[in-house]
């Protein structure tokens, strides 16, 4: 089992990026899938989830309204849209896919985890 995300890079305050999580149907099979990001120095923390059918997401306080998640399902991709980015987004984001259908913001929920793809935001 894969997964594998992509899309991080530099960018400045303010700017885009998308990231994208893809795994085998397998793993995403009814699934749901979260972010979580990790920063120098700091603990993993929850960013965004959404549920296998795609109707639930979740999201940080901080990234709430900034962040969108969307899935693919016949792709067999995740999608975190990153707008307005601030140097406190700065960090290693991680793809996950939980054991269960439902959302959740809890890291133990998720079975599968992918290599991470780095983000930093330059001010």
């Known amino acids: 089992v894969q997964l594998q995300a992509s899309g991080g890079g530099l960018v400045q305050t303010g700017g885009s990026l998308r990231l994208s999580c893809a795994a085998s149907?397998?793993?995403?099979?009814?699934?749901?899938v979260g972010w979580f990001r990790q920063a120098p120095g700091k603990e993993r923390e929850f960013v965004a989830t959404?549920?296998?059918?795609?109707?639930?997401?979740y999201y940080a306080e901080s990234v709430k309204g900034r962040f969108t998640i969307s899935r693919d399902n016949a792709k067999n991709t995740v999608y975190l849209q990153m707008d307005e980015l601030k140097p406190e987004d700065t960090a290693v984001y991680y793809c996950?896919?939980?054991?269960?259908?439902?959302?959740?913001?809890?890291?133990?929920?998720?079975?599968?985890w992918g290599q991470g793809t780095q983000v930093t935001v330059s001010s």
């Open positions: 996950a896919a939980s054991r269960y259908s439902s959302a959740s913001s809890q890291a133990d929920h998720y079975r599968y």
């Open positions: 149907k397998r793993t995403f099979s009814n699934n749901a």
């Open positions: 959404i549920a296998w059918r795609g109707g639930d997401t």
